[in-house]
């Protein structure tokens, strides 16, 4: 027999899904987003969104190659990677600097660990974390959005989350004129990530994602409902100094983060349980790190912080074996 048989315990149901399939799903959900970013940040948002693609699709072939593993960029795992990093990039990034990410994404926080399904953190986030820190002046660098036909020039400004904090540490109170701009921070037309900054983009992109059973609901929610109602309790002690709870969700990579990064199949508890508490774990942190930190944003570093703890949640959160008490002792 050239082929051997392998016998494993029931259940043997397929679900019919596999990796390719799924990729091409999120790729999909994902081009409202990439959309909006073009439209508002024009070819400089197209060529971030090119370069860390390509780049992480290089990266992938080089290491496999040198490693002497097969070539798997045509599941599309390194494809996403590359997307959801320039996702978290500003639209002004130079080159070199997406690029470095990239490289950082695929070798070190993926294929180091042995490839996909075997990285502990998300690699898209490890690589814009380490770029936030190695390069914070080109991380920190915002663009004014410019709508396409505007005929505009990209100008350098701040994010509403940065200016609220700025504001707060000089004068101790967050400008009103902050909380008024919903309609845009919803729609996308603020400075920020390019990918980050239209929550309807990505929400559009999510309900595909659910309306596929590719996401639930429980890793979003929890997130999301967590944010809010912490961010509540400070904006209603001290309003003139905290933002509201809308303004958390709307400003920033919260959404982007709640669904597309903090979802990641193979960073996150793989139990119901697990996931409510990752959820919960990554809105409490966000909320501290944002109101008491020394960036104004906390997305990142929340989940990179709970994928660190997942292996710790799986253990306490692993259904009890039927027929077996809590200790595992058969009853």
């Given at each position: 027999m050239s082929k051997q048989l392998y016998l494993s315990s029931s259940p043997h149901i397929h679900s019919g899904d596999s990796t390719s399939k799924v990729m091409r799903a999120v790729l999909y959900s994902l081009l409202p987003a990439c959309a909006v970013?073009?439209?508002?940040?024009?070819?400089?948002?197209?060529?971030?969104?090119?370069?860390?693609?390509?780049?992480?699709?290089?990266?992938?072939?080089?290491?496999?190659?040198?490693?002497?593993?097969?070539?798997?960029?045509?599941?599309?795992?390194?494809?996403?990677?590359?997307?959801?990093?320039?996702?978290?990039?500003?639209?002004s990034s130079p080159w070199w600097l997406t690029l470095l990410g990239a490289v950082i994404a695929i070798a070190i926080g993926k294929q180091v660990y042995g490839g996909l399904g075997s990285n502990p953190f998300n690699p898209a986030l490890v690589a814009r974390v380490v770029l936030l820190i190695s390069f914070p002046v080109q991380m920190t660098t915002w663009s004014s959005p410019t709508p396409f036909g505007s005929g505009l020039d990209l100008v350098t400004?701040?994010?509403?989350?940065?200016?609220?904090?700025?504001?707060?540490?000089?004068?101790?109170?967050?400008?009103?004129?902050?909380?008024?701009?919903?309609?845009?921070?919803f729609l996308g037309n603020m400075a920020g990530c390019i990918g980050e900054v239209s929550a309807l983009a990505l929400l559009l992109g999510a309900g595909y994602l659910f309306y596929k059973r590719i996401l639930t609901w429980h890793i979003p929610a929890t997130f999301v409902g967590t944010v809010v109602l912490f961010s509540s309790v400070f904006w209603l002690v001290n309003p003139d100094k905290y933002p509201n709870p809308l303004f958390h969700l709307l400003t920033g990579g919260l959404v982007l983060g709640a669904f597309y990064m903090a979802t990641?199949?193979?960073?996150?508890?793989?139990?119901?349980?697990?996931?409510?508490?990752?959820?919960?774990?990554?809105?409490?942190?966000?909320?501290?790190?944002?109101?008491?930190g020394g960036y104004p944003e906390g997305v990142s570093f929340a989940i990179l912080l709970m994928n660190a703890a997942t292996p710790l949640i799986d253990r306490y959160s692993r259904p009890k074996t039927f027929g077996t008490s809590r200790q595992g002792v058969r009853s």
């Open positions: 970013a073009v439209y508002f940040f024009g070819p400089a948002a197209l060529t971030v969104l090119l370069i860390a693609t390509l780049g992480c699709l290089a990266t992938e072939v080089v290491c496999q190659r040198l490693m002497g593993q097969p070539v798997t960029i045509a599941d599309g795992s390194a494809a996403i990677t590359g997307v959801l990093l320039a996702l978290n990039l500003p639209p400004t701040a994010t509403p989350l940065g200016e609220w904090k700025n504001a707060v540490m000089l004068t101790g109170q967050m400008p009103p004129e902050l909380q008024s701009g919903m309609a845009d921070y990641d199949m193979v960073t996150t508890p793989v139990s119901t349980k697990g996931m409510l508490f990752f959820g919960v774990g990554c809105g409490v942190l966000t909320v501290l790190i944002r109101l008491f």
